[in-house]
């Protein structure tokens, strides 16, 4: 059994997986605050809650975006379970052949997202992560990592909005009735969500226009559900496509 760790910058996302099959997953709040005992006592009632073993794990393996927590995390990983994790990054046999300028700078969720994607779909890609940013990945048809685009996600823009006006409240991430709001919270839903799916179908159009050919779409993270149903291109959604890469890469880099 393999626990796979997504660390982002919202939430901690845990899976407990047989090859590709996610057996228990969570999701833990992200915070920088917390020390390797802390975090260990979280996986600790994880671990508590779903009844798992941990003497069953074989191994564990961590994506992260959020440096400060990392080196944390992996000694809380191995506080917890006596495993000591895998950690994605420079040196570890992913199967992505990056393309873009400086590979160093890719994302290790982006990396875990494309592993996933290039094991259950035929190339070329197009993969969103719709996180705390909302991410674009675009694979060749030879299975390469071609680069991409990030755009602030759309709880975050939400936020900055009510953050930076004096009169938008904050409000709840669904989609209004009517593209066209009668009132202010209405607008802003149409604005927010619709206003989403909108751009997605837009740069999902400009980057086939510049691969000169059609692309499966794949998307994931916290509100793809509720976005991808809004677009009018046909987007296939898998919450679970970064802990499927983790395990990939993690099969990898396994020792014999």
Do not use: W
Request: one cysteine or more; a neutral charge; aromatic letters at 4%.
């Amino acid at each position: 059994m393999l626990l796979a760790v997504d660390i982002g910058n919202t939430h901690i996302c845990l899976g407990c997986m047989e090859g590709l099959k996610i057996l228990r997953m969570a999701r833990l709040t992200t915070n920088k605050l917390k020390t390797d005992f802390e975090y260990a006592a979280d996986l600790r009632d994880f671990f508590d809650f779903f009844k798992i073993d941990t003497a069953g794990l074989d191994g564990a393996i961590i994506s992260s975006v959020v440096p400060p927590l990392t080196n944390a995390f992996s000694m809380a990983v191995k506080l917890s379970t006596g495993v000591t994790p895998l950690i994605l990054g420079k040196g570890v046999k992913t199967g992505v052949n990056i393309l873009i300028d400086d590979p160093a700078q890719t994302g290790a969720d982006l990396v875990a997202a494309a592993a996933g994607a290039i094991k259950l779909y035929a190339p070329p890609l197009i993969i969103i992560d719709m996180g705390t940013a909302t991410t674009i990945s675009v694979i060749n048809r030879a299975g390469s990592f071609v680069g991409g685009t990030i755009a602030p996600g759309v709880a975050l823009g939400l936020a900055a909005l009510s953050s930076g006006t004096s009169q938008l409240p904050n409000i709840s991430l669904e989609a209004p009735s009517k593209v066209i709001g009668t009132n202010t919270v209405d607008s802003m839903k149409s604005g927010a969500v619709l206003g989403a799916a909108a751009m997605l179908d837009g740069m999902i159009e400009r980057i086939e226009a510049e691969l000169g050919e059609t692309a499966t779409v794949v998307a994931t993270g916290g509100i793809a559900s509720s976005v991808a149903p809004l677009c009018k291109r046909k987007i296939e959604v898998n919450d679970d496509l970064l802990l499927t890469g983790l395990a990939v890469i993690y099969e990898k880099n396994k020792k014999k």
